[in-house]
T-cell receptor
Framework: AQSVTQLGSHVSVSEGALVLLRCNYS??????LFWYVQYPNQGLQLLLKYTSAATLVKGINGFEAEFKKSETSFHLTKPSAHMSDAAEYFC????????????FGKGTKLSVKP | NAGVTQTPKFQVLKTGQSMTLQCAQD?????MYWYRQDPGMGLRLIYY???????DKGEVPNGYNVSRLNKREFSLRLESAAPSQTSVYFC?????????????FGQGTRLTVV
């Protein structure tokens, strides 16, 4: 069965520091993977999507993620955190077959300290 | 450019009451979804509609019903609300139901059942 595991329910970094949010997936077929961001009291917004075209995927707001098949990982990074990056981040995998819905991880809340 | 619109944004119900959550999208998408978000649980799929005229159960359908009214609208009904249904509900849509398709989310409905 497919699944997504996000390591760390809460990550705290200082402004200007590297952001690293971890995501590991399980899938019996080559996966489609997504990162979404949720700002307080808002809906989810797509940050980036992996479609097998390139292992390093660049998204919005300076975020990027690298697909590593050998590690079954899709970690999200940003070189320098900004206060506005404080939000909850969700990793998701596309469900196999024709259903097309997403299987989400439990989320990682990112705090940014001044 | 509204995208996915959900109403209401907040609701408090008493145990046993019924209500319908409304969702409409203006992106001409074929597929629509209802998720619930609970702390530490990520998002879980309740029901989805791959295309107009079809609906299917997701991971957590018990206690809910849905109606795909037309291509734009997909409603979620709680017939007899229970405290366990206290949650944030998100409607989403996608161009099609298919492997690898990203979803676009509404702003959510925060429901409390007392």
């Amino acid at each position: 069965a497919q699944s997504v595991t996000q390591l760390g329910s809460h990550v705290s970094v200082s402004e200007g520091a590297l952001v690293l949010l971890r995501c590991n997936y399980s899938s019996s077929v080559p996966p489609y993977l997504f990162w979404y961001v949720q700002y307080p009291n808002q809906g989810l917004q797509l940050l980036l999507k992996y479609t097998s075209a390139a292992t390093l995927v660049k998204g919005i707001n300076g975020f990027e993620a690298e697909f590593k098949k050998s590690e079954t990982s899709f970690h999200l990074t940003k070189p320098s955190a900004h206060m506005s990056d404080a939000a909850e981040y969700f990793c998701a995998v596309s469900r196999e077959g024709s259903q097309g819905n997403l299987i989400f991880g439990k989320g990682t809340k990112l705090s940014v300290k001044p | 450019n509204a995208g996915v619109t959900q109403t209401p944004k907040f609701q408090v119900l008493k145990t046993g009451q019924s209500m319908t959550l409304q969702c409409a999208q203006d992106m001409n998408h074929n597929s629509m979804y209802w998720y619930r978000q609970d702390p530490g649980m990520g998002l879980r799929l309740i029901y989805y509609s791959a295309s107009e005229g079809t609906t299917d159960k997701g991971e957590v359908p018990n206690g809910y019903n849905v109606s795909r009214l037309n291509k734009r609208e997909f409603s979620l009904r709680l017939e007899s609300a229970a405290p366990s249904q206290t949650s944030v509900y998100f409607c989403a849509s996608s161009v099609r139901a298919g492997f690898g398709t990203e979803a676009f989310f509404g702003q959510g409905t925060r429901l409390t059942v007392v």
